[in-house]
Nanobody, 117 residues
């Protein structure tokens, strides 16, 4: 089945930057959306950013202007560039691929992002 390999998490000071990457392998041709979710301690998992086939993107209001999602189609990889990080960005970030019609989806294992003040 589909496998998602996440990388790029870590610890940074407020105002710093991190770049998350998610490399997908397996039968992924039917999936037309790739994105990142995050879950802070004691909170529900929430959408951070998504990119759709054709290049359309959507961001959570809290990250607009700071985060950028992009896709390298040739390498089946999605990236999340996170700038001007804030302590409230702290959480486990999960890569997600999805078929918007069938709702089939897969999740990565998650990568920890910690932003200190």
């Amino acid at each position: 089945q589909v496998q998602l390999a996440e990388s790029g998490g870590g610890s940074v000071q407020a105002g710093g930057s991190l770049r998350l990457s998610c490399a997908a392998s397996g039968p992924i041709s039917s999936f037309n959306a790739m994105g990142w979710y995050r879950q802070a301690p004691g909170k529900q998992r929430e959408l951070v950013a998504v990119i759709i086939s054709g290049g359309s993107t959507n961001y959570a209001a809290s990250v607009k202007g700071r985060f950028t999602i992009s896709r390298d189609s040739a390498k089946n990889t999605v990236h999340l560039q996170m700038n001007s990080l804030k302590p409230e960005d702290t959480g486990v970030y999960y890569c997600n691929v999805r078929n918007l019609i069938s709702s089939d989806q897969y999740w990565g294992q998650g990568t920890q992002v910690t932003v200190s003040s």
